[in-house]
C-alpha cells in the first residue's frame, strides 16, 4: 500500500522560499511518476510539477523558473523547492503518484491514484 506524506509547508512572505517533501512507503521512487498538485481556495487543483524516473521534469508554466522538482531515491523522498514565491501560490500541495509514465507532461489530477494529507502554503504581499 503506497503512502505519501508531505511536509515543509508554511507562511512566507511574498519573494520567499520554502522547500516541500514528500516521503513515500510501498512504491519504488526509481521508476515511478511522481506529481506535486495545488489546490487554492475556491480554485481547482491544478498540476504544479512532475518527475519521472528521478530525472524527467515538467512545470506548469506559472513555476517554471521559480520552482525545481528533485528526487532521493535513497530516502524514498520528492521535493518541491519553491523560490520567489508570490501571493498566488497560496494552496494546499499535495504529492501524488500513479500514472505509468509523466515524460513530458504533468497529466490531469485524475491519472494520480496515491495522494498525501497536502501541506499548506501561504504568501502574503
Known amino acids: 500500500q503506497v503512502h505519501l506524506v508531505e511536509s515543509g509547508g508554511g507562511s512566507v512572505q511574498a519573494g520567499g522560499s520554502l522547500r516541500l517533501s514528500c516521503a513515500g512507503s510501498?512504491?519504488?521512487?526509481?521508476?515511478?511518476?511522481m506529481g506535486w498538485f495545488r489546490q487554492g481556495t475556491g480554485k481547482e487543483r491544478e498540476g504544479v510539477a512532475s518527475?519521472?524516473?528521478?530525472?524527467?521534469?515538467s512545470y506548469t508554466d506559472s513555476v517554471k523558473g521559480r520552482f525545481t522538482i528533485s528526487q532521493d531515491n535513497a530516502k524514498n523522498t520528492v521535493y518541491l523547492q519553491m523560490n520567489s514565491l508570490k501571493p498566488e501560490d497560496t494552496a494546499i500541495y499535495y504529492c501524488?503518484?500513479?500514472?505509468?509514465?509523466?515524460?513530458?507532461?504533468?497529466?490531469?489530477?485524475?491519472?494520480?491514484?496515491?495522494w498525501g494529507q497536502g501541506t499548506q502554503v501561504t504568501v502574503s504581499s
Open positions: 501524488a503518484t500513479g500514472p505509468r509514465t509523466c515524460l513530458g507532461r504533468i497529466g490531469p489530477a485524475y491519472d494520480y491514484t496515491n
Open positions: 518527475i519521472y524516473r528521478g530525472r524527467y521534469t
Open positions: 510501498g512504491m519504488t521512487y526509481s521508476s515511478s511518476c
